[in-house]
């Protein structure tokens, strides 16, 4: 069995930034390229973005594949960093992940520790994307999603970047050339809200995105591999 990553890097290891970098950008046209030959994927929506605007963005969360489907649809700049957890992923996966860069990593023993605050809202004062799925964990059910966690509207409360949700259908389970959805809504605005009313009103907007035409498939080629993968 390969070892696996025990201690989650420092926020520091990963710097954030608007601009995407060379590494980024390749890595970034690799996954569009073999989403596109192992999936059929549509991206809706992509016309509520602002050109060049930061964002919090939100997802419900159903498999491994979310985080690597929403940087895939989303424009390339500005870069969205992913803010997820690290811990279990192979030591050449790590290496991988600190070339590419593009994550703010989270120790869940310790996720609200001050480094890790500091560095996601940095991300987004310095004009990034920062992408959380704020249930926590995998949702088992297409079409819904679990109970929001708060943290997403702090940042957004704090550094003003308006909410932008996405609806991920398709993704709880996959197969080869399965239809995927990933459904872009138009930004929430920080104006007049709590965290708790920002938190409301950003799953009540990631909900009214998910599309009830999941993909039954016919044979589901390669279910078993390609949905445990990672």
């Known amino acids: 069995m390969a070892a696996r990553v025990t201690v989650s890097p420092a926020p520091s290891d990963f710097p954030v930034q608007a601009r995407p970098t060379l590494a980024f950008r390749a890595a970034r ?4 390229g073999i989403g596109r030959r192992l999936f059929r994927v549509e ?3 992509l016309d509520n973005l602002e050109p060049g605007r930061g964002y919090v963005i939100i997802a419900n969360h159903l498999q491994w594949i979310d985080a690597f489907a929403v940087v895939a649809a989303l424009p ?3 870069r969205i960093h992913v803010f997820g957890d690290l811990l279990g992923i192979t030591p050449w996966q790590m290496r991988v992940v600190r070339r590419i860069g593009g994550v703010i990593p989270v120790d869940r023993s310790d996720g ?3 480094a890790v605050l500091e560095q996601a809202e940095r991300c987004l004062r310095v004009g990034g994307s920062l992408l959380i799925f704020p249930e926590g964990r995998c949702n088992e059910t297409e079409g819904s999603a679990g109970d929001f966690r708060k943290g997403f509207a702090h940042f957004a409360l ?3 970047a308006p ?3 996405v609806g991920l259908t398709g993704t709880r389970e ?3 050339r399965k239809r995927l959805t990933v459904t872009v809504g138009r930004p929430v605005s920080t104006g007049g809200h709590s965290p708790e009313s920002l938190t409301a009103a950003g799953r009540t907007a990631v909900l009214a ?3 009830g035409r999941v993909d039954r498939g016919g044979r589901r080629l390669l279910a078993r591999q390609l949905t445990t993968l990672f």
């Open 29 to 32: 046209r690799l996954l569009r």
């Open 43 to 45: 991206v809706r929506g």
């Open 174 to 176: 996959l197969w080869l």
């Open 76 to 78: 390339a700049q500005p």
């Open 209 to 211: 995105l998910l599309d």
């Open 163 to 165: 909410v932008l949700p």
């Open 112 to 114: 609200r520790s001050p």
């Open 158 to 160: 704090n550094t003003g």
